[in-house]
């Protein structure tokens, strides 16, 4: 399993699925998301990644972090899974993806566990 990390997030590739999960409670402002963008791109080498993403540990999100991550966002990514813990949580991120339209596959899920199912059959074209 590959990994890499700072002292916010951690990124892994298993199972063909890349995986990051906030180490704590966490705000992103665009100094750290520029350096959170740089470790995924690190790990993905150039390559799409299917992108299974827990925001559970995502506290709150600066407006200029928010700006940068919707136009800078989804390089090397070919799909994306939320994973939120709350339904006030999954609520907004479903109004985001209604009022945005995203490039590539994405969805919001409160397991890991489905995320990666949905991940891994859209990886093999299901």
């Known amino acids: 399993m590959e990994k890499i990390e700072n002292d916010a997030i951690c990124f892994w590739i298993e199972d063909g699925i890349l995986h990051s999960e906030y180490k704590y409670p966490f705000t992103?402002?665009?100094?750290?998301?520029?350096?959170?963008?740089?470790?995924?791109?690190?790990?993905?080498?150039?390559?799409?990644?299917?992108?299974?993403?827990?925001?559970?540990?995502?506290?709150?999100?600066t407006g200029e972090a928010r700006k940068y991550g919707e136009k800078h966002g989804l390089f090397d990514l070919a799909a994306s899974a939320i994973?939120?813990?709350?339904?006030?949580?999954?609520?907004?991120?479903n109004m985001f993806l209604k009022l945005h339209k995203v490039e590539i596959p994405t969805k919001a899920f409160y397991s890991k566990s489905e995320a990666v199912i949905w991940l891994k059959q859209l990886k093999q074209g299901k």
């Open 28 to 61: 992103m402002t665009i100094d750290n998301s520029l350096e959170i963008y740089n470790l995924r791109k690190e790990i993905s080498k150039g390559v799409p990644q299917y992108f299974c993403y827990d925001i559970s540990n995502l506290k709150s999100m």
């Open 83 to 93: 994973i939120v813990n709350s339904h006030v949580t999954m609520f907004i991120y």
